[in-house]
């Protein structure tokens, strides 16, 4: 139990899971038996709602544990994966979200199928869910039974299972509607609890003054060496790109809200917005670790931010808050992933199977999907053992062996006239092959199994190097295997071209507006804002 816990503080817990389990439950009540409002909320999101839904989807658990952590060891260089991420939520913003909207498809892989077939459809659906359940479902409820067994002692799949269950709740009744106005509620309660645990932080250090004075400077380095054994800057610049692309731009989980946007300009405002907040890890969850190597040096590692939680750092009666701001983070992020699951389920197998069947019969099947995904993430509780200590790593690193080959097999897809489904397939066998083999290897060599010297050597290339090597191998198979290929197999590409061209003209005539700010539009003011604060924050911290 944290120091100081009281009476207080258990009630801002008590009273968050109440208002989140009354939004869930109201706006369930509002669904009826629709297709498009289970799986989209009925496509009629705000940018407001959208943009804090994204932010609140992708921090969890691991951001908490495994960002401060990182950065109790290493310093603010974690946080360029948070800073890589902005890119390519710009780049989601200006240009795919009307693309996905124009299309009125439900899901990522039903895209894929009008670049290519329908096998590419089925593949990367089963992918999607094979990698939620083994990535996100199993990383947050590690982190999350880390945290709770350090701050109040609760046996860690005791936990998971109790947080599975009420996350559920909603998840199974509500869909995507209910789980997308919970997840804007549990978005501002997570920033807020994690902004409260950081000033307290900050002023127990004594502010920059103390952190400066008391750590050395690489911890203050966002540019690594080449050499470095984990943020090397050539694979930050070049292998975390190709990373965030994925996870971003192709990845159900996240593109869903954008699916579910109510016109193009609130999909492109709620991703800038989204963007925006993507600058707040690094004081909020990254600087943490800093703080606890002064404070709690022997808590370095995973166990940084408990120690800060458990100490004396955050006044009594806010303790609560931080805690119901960490529950929202990994509630949010576990309903996502259950939605997710459901609609790639239903929408690109079961309704693929039967076309004839009612939105009453989809709606059921989402709902039955999404209880399934609850009772494997119960079940697969107990393989949290497999994960590495090092969280935030460990995940970065699993998904840079699967995701390079899909970023550039996306890409291909979107802007080559004749990329073809058997490339298409082909590439992608053989370098997820090629990752998952290098994922496998990697967790065996954790638990104990002692690698060969050729493995050995694979193990010691860094993985963001590692990205980089499969993201090139998969752009020259593509190359290769279309070299003899003359005629033109995806029509669908023109359509994007156009589109990409309208917008590039839009983003032309706002830059020949720069002299006249009141005639900007507010989706350029903002993107020119958060490239200023990248440029500013590594000027500072370079």
């Not at 990994?330 to 992933?337: E, T």
């Not at 399934?372 to 200590?389: G, H, N, Y």
């Not at 080559?416 to 066998?429: D, H, N, Y």
């Amino acid at each position: 139990m944290p120091g100081t816990f009281t009476y207080i503080d258990a009630f801002f817990i008590i009273l968050y899971l109440i208002v989140a389990l009354s939004i869930g439950f109201y706006y369930s009540k509002k669904n009826g038996e629709s297709y498009q409002v289970y799986f989209l909320a009925g496509r009629n999101i705000g940018w407001f709602a959208i943009g804090i839904s994204i932010f609140a989807t992708n921090i969890s658990s691991e951001h908490f544990i495994g960002l401060a952590g990182a950065g109790s060891v290493r310093g603010l260089a974690v946080g360029q994966f948070e800073l890589m991420a902005i890119f390519t939520l710009l780049f989601a913003g200006w240009f795919l979200s009307p693309v996905f909207l124009k299309t009125g498809v439900y899901t990522v892989p039903e895209f894929l199928e009008l670049n290519f077939d329908i096998r590419i459809r089925k593949f990367f659906a089963a992918f999607s869910i094979l990698s939620y359940i083994l990535t996100k479902i199993l990383v947050s409820l590690f982190a999350a039974g880390l945290l709770f067994y350090n701050i109040f002692g609760l046996n860690i799949y005791a936990s998971s299972i109790m947080i599975v269950l009420i996350t559920g709740l909603y998840s199974v009744t509500g869909g995507a509607n209910s789980v997308i106005r919970t997840q804007t509620f549990q978005g501002i309660v997570l920033i807020i609890g994690a902004t409260i645990l950081s000033v307290s932080g900050f002023i127990a250090v004594g502010g920059f003054e103390g952190l400066y004075t008391k750590l050395n400077g690489d911890f203050f380095t966002m540019f690594k060496s080449a050499g470095d054994k984990d943020y090397p800057w050539t694979g930050i610049v070049f292998g975390a790109p190709v990373i965030a692309f994925w996870y971003w731009c192709t990845d159900q989980y996240i593109v869903q809200r954008i699916l579910s946007a109510r016109s193009v300009d609130d999909a492109r405002r709620g991703s800038l917005l989204a963007a925006s907040l993507k600058v707040l890890p690094i004081f909020i969850l990254v600087l943490p670790g800093l703080f606890a190597a002064v404070l709690y040096p022997e808590s370095k590692g995973d166990g940084a931010y408990s120690a800060l939680l458990n100490g004396n750092v955050v006044p009594a009666g806010l303790k609560g808050i931080v805690i119901a701001g960490l529950l929202a983070a990994i509630m949010s992020s576990l309903a996502g992933a259950f939605n997710s699951i459901a609609v790639l389920f239903t929408n690109d197998y079961y309704k693929l199977k039967h076309p004839e069947a009612s939105e009453r019969k989809l709606v059921l099947v989402g709902r039955l999907s999404t209880m399934a995904a609850v009772v494997v993430a119960i079940l697969i509780v107990p393989m949290v053992k497999l994960i590495s200590s090092q969280l935030y790593l460990f995940l970065q690193s699993a998904q840079s062996f699967v995701s390079p080959q899909i970023t550039a097999v996306f890409l291909f897809g979107l802007f080559s006239r004749k990329m073809s489904s058997g490339t298409a397939i082909k590439t992608l066998a053989v370098t997820e092959f090629i990752g998952v083999g290098r994922l496998i290897l990697e967790m065996a060599t954790h638990n104990g199994i002692a690698p060969g010297a050729f493995f050995a050597w694979v193990l010691s290339i860094n993985f963001l190097h590692f990205s980089i090597f499969l993201f090139l191998l998969s752009v020259s198979m593509i190359v290769v295997l279309n070299f003899r290929n003359s005629r033109e197999t995806n029509k669908f590409a023109i359509m994007l071209r156009v589109t990409f061209r309208e917008i590039l003209t839009e983003l032309k005539g706002d830059i020949k507006e720069l002299r006249h700010i009141t005639r900007l539009s507010p989706s350029f003011v903002l993107s020119a804002i958060i490239l200023l604060m990248i440029i500013g924050l590594w000027s500072i911290w370079h």
